[in-house]
């Protein structure tokens, strides 16, 4: 009996010596006792242990099925085969040995995991996740398995869930800079923006010298509108890493909300510089350019067409041949891609649409990458014939969607807007494309047939312009306006309790310049007493503008700042407002529109842009020509005259409700048999086998 508690002895030994960090020792006791007693399951299991660690893979595949050929009821050695078969690349081998384990000891959470992980590389997430979900509840004192948990959560979308499972990792390993910087993101995710910035926080002052830290704490801070704190993690974060794109994209973002434009899209070049392969960032400039005064549509349309070469024309390969039905006059399938499906100013213009379609004519397909409906989202749900949540589709599944469903006409709603799915319109899905609604613009595509805009942005006697597709223009307007709420009415006019004139322009930030503060501070000089309301961010910004004015002669305290807001609390800006001025070269859209809904007429110059010209648009459906002006000096003159002219100025408060319910601006059974026709008009070509003719089709 004295050999059985020799080795017995000899192998507590070598675990002693394992265990203790001398693994040389171990293995000269396990091999000894091999030798010995080639039956000992437990020495030849330490020994495959040991060649584990070491990455011999294959020679620890030999050890640990010695062990189990002795003891093949012992769980644990089924979990570390399938360790060394999985690194070993033998993945099915590996979830096999799992399986065994599992089935000899159902709540062993070491099997569970990485069965899931194994799993995950079969290609079965669905499997992989149940595994890991099994692992968490049987191990909730393993950070490892918390952490990778609360990853698989993440990825799946579960974000509510994802963030219980990271504070539980959090608690059992409150350093772990990983798991401060994710769960930051999924708070940002969630909108939950003062926990993020809390934890991003955590995140610096325990490593204050990581670039993923402070680029967290920057995005952070950005999402919560503290524009100027972010810039500065933002900058350090590319100072400790240069190469970090994220960083340098984070970067652009917040200069651009502080209206910063020339230094955001050099940003966003860097990251093109660093990373070729990123499309949002050439986005991102194509998107800011016609923001800049000095643009001009050529150039917009020759960076729009780097992006097709460089993004699009790659994936011309995987278009396949459309066997769509050509019979010109049968239903079609009508399917818009957006992932602004949410409480979004586009759902302003999308509710008319979705809700006035001939459904004896046109079925219609939303597919939504939407991360977190809303009532918004439900609303637009309901008026869809068919609703696609493509939230966690890659543009490849997104486009291989789409050609199940057999679309007709795709309707791309982004253009180079953020979130965008022009790869996907690159695969070609549809037999026939259009881009509208994002912007009045190109998107460069020459795999986007067509582009929807109005007799006013594109007067069709111009002939083809500068535009990688065919326009299409609508008799009416390019936009279909609901403002989705009667509740906040115009109110009385303001200056009538004022005694003074109220200016006012809420539109982005990122549409103010220079040249149109001088513009402004001309007519505040103009007008004797006049105030102007202006949304700007808080900070340097404000700084930066009542300097601006200052130096034109306009006193900081005449200039009334607001913040953004929620959609009511917004509108009721404008009772506060008598005219609202505009901005240039890139005028107010849906902004514009808000202000007439509230009383509020807009005075405009016309920009040499087509992002300029939508005040033409609107002043045509309203017969308010003489909004819209030539010249600096004509806009300082009539601003001056209507503020001079408060009978006038309570005529429009009292009347500009009505007009824009009676004009085509909010006809939404009008613009969508337009848009009706341009589909139609679009689908005949098709039917016909093409065309090459370049003129615009007029509706």
């Given amino acids: 009996m004295a050999a059985p508690t020799q080795s017995k002895d000899s192998v507590a030994e070598a675990r002693a010596h394992y265990q203790a960090g001398r693994k040389p020792q171990a293995e000269v006791i396990c091999r000894g006792v091999v030798a010995r007693e080639p039956e000992n399951d437990a020495a030849w299991h330490l020994l495959g242990v040991m060649a584990l660690e070491v990455n011999r893979e294959e020679l620890a595949i030999q050890l640990f099925m010695r062990a189990l050929d002795i003891a093949p009821q012992k769980p644990a050695y089924y979990v570390n085969l399938g360790a060394a078969l999985h690194r070993f690349g033998k993945t099915q081998e590996a979830s096999d040995a799992l399986r065994m384990a599992i089935s000899l000891r159902p709540d062993l959470a070491e099997a569970h995991f990485n069965l899931a992980r194994c799993l995950t590389d079969l290609g079965d997430p669905q499997a992989a996740h149940l595994e890991v979900e099994r692992a968490a509840e049987l191990r909730v004192d393993s950070f490892e398995i918390q952490q990778h948990f609360a990853r698989t959560l993440k990825l799946r979308g579960e974000s509510a869930r994802s963030i219980q499972a990271y504070q539980s990792a959090i608690q059992l390993d409150p350093s772990s800079l990983d798991c401060l910087v994710e769960i930051s993101s999924v708070l940002r995710s969630l909108r939950r923006r003062e926990e993020a910035v809390a934890m991003a926080r955590r995140a610096v002052e325990l490593s204050p010298e990581s670039p993923l830290a402070n680029n967290e704490l920057g995005s952070a801070l950005f999402d919560s509108e503290r524009y100027d704190e972010a810039i500065a993690v933002m900058q350090k974060s590319i100072a400790l890493d240069p190469s970090l794109t994220e960083a340098h994209s984070g970067l652009g973002y917040a200069l651009e909300s502080v209206g910063r434009l020339g230094e955001a899209i050099e940003c966003f070049r860097n990251v093109l510089r660093l990373e070729p392969g990123v499309h949002a960032a050439q986005s991102n400039i194509i998107y800011l350019m016609p923001f800049l005064p000095g643009a001009d549509q050529t150039a917009l349309l020759n960076e729009a067409r780097a992006f097709n070469r460089a993004y699009a024309e790659p994936l011309q390969a995987q278009v396949v041949p459309h066997d769509n039905e050509p019979k010109p006059e049968r239903q079609l399938r009508i399917g818009y891609v957006s992932s602004h499906f949410y409480n979004h100013c586009q759902a302003f213009f999308t509710t008319p649409v979705f809700q006035n379609y001939d459904r004896n004519q046109f079925k219609?397909?939303?597919?939504?990458?939407?991360?977190?409906?809303?009532?918004?989202?439900?609303?637009?749900?309901?008026?869809?014939?068919?609703?696609?949540?493509?939230?966690?589709?890659?543009?490849?599944?997104?486009?291989?969607?789409?050609?199940?469903?057999?679309?007709?006409?795709?309707?791309?709603?982004?253009?180079?807007?953020?979130?965008?799915?022009?790869?996907?319109?690159?695969?070609?899905?549809?037999?026939?494309?259009?881009?509208?609604?994002a912007y009045p613009g190109t998107t460069g595509l020459t795999s986007i047939g067509y582009r929807i805009t109005d007799r006013y942005l594109d007067p069709p006697e111009l002939g083809d312009g500068p535009y990688s597709e065919r326009s299409v223009v609508l008799p009416d307007t390019f936009w279909c306006y609901d403002p989705l709420t009667s509740e906040v009415d115009a109110g009385p006019l303001p200056a009538l309790a004022n005694g003074f004139v109220t200016f006012g322009c809420l539109n982005h930030f990122r549409k103010i310049n220079d040249g149109i503060l001088k513009l402004w501070a001309e007519v505040l000089n103009a007008v004797q007493n006049s105030r102007l309301v202006l949304l700007a961010p808080a900070g340097e910004a404000r700084s930066r503008i009542c300097q601006q004015f200052e130096s034109q002669g306009v006193d900081r305290d005449r200039i009334d700042f607001v913040s953004r807001r929620p959609r009511l609390e917004y509108l009721r800006l404008y009772q506060k407002i008598d005219i609202c001025l505009d901005t240039h070269p890139c005028g107010g859209h849906t902004t514009s529109l808000d202000a007439f809904w509230m009383g509020v007429p807009v005075v405009s110059l016309s920009g040499p842009l087509l992002v300029g010209r939508a005040a033409i648009t609107f002043a045509a459906n309203l017969e308010l020509d003489e909004l819209v002006l030539q010249t600096a000096s004509d806009l300082v003159n009539r601003a001056k005259n209507l503020a001079a002219d408060l009978s006038r100025l309570q005529q429009l408060r009292c009347e500009l409700r009505t007009k824009m319910q009676s004009s085509p601006l909010m006809d939404g059974p009008r613009f969508v048999r337009n848009l009706e026709a341009a589909y139609r008009a679009a689908w005949r070509i098709w039917c016909a086998g093409g065309t090459t003719d370049r003129s615009p089709i007029v509706i």
């Fill in 364 to 437: 219609t397909y939303a597919y939504a990458s939407v991360e977190n409906p809303d009532a918004t989202t439900e609303r637009l749900r309901a008026s869809i014939d068919v609703w696609r949540d493509v939230s966690r589709l890659d543009e490849a599944q997104l486009a291989a969607a789409v050609r199940k469903d057999r679309i007709d006409i795709l309707v791309d709603l982004a253009m180079h807007m953020g979130s965008n799915k022009l790869k996907v319109f690159a695969e070609q899905p549809a037999p026939v494309q259009f881009c509208w609604l």
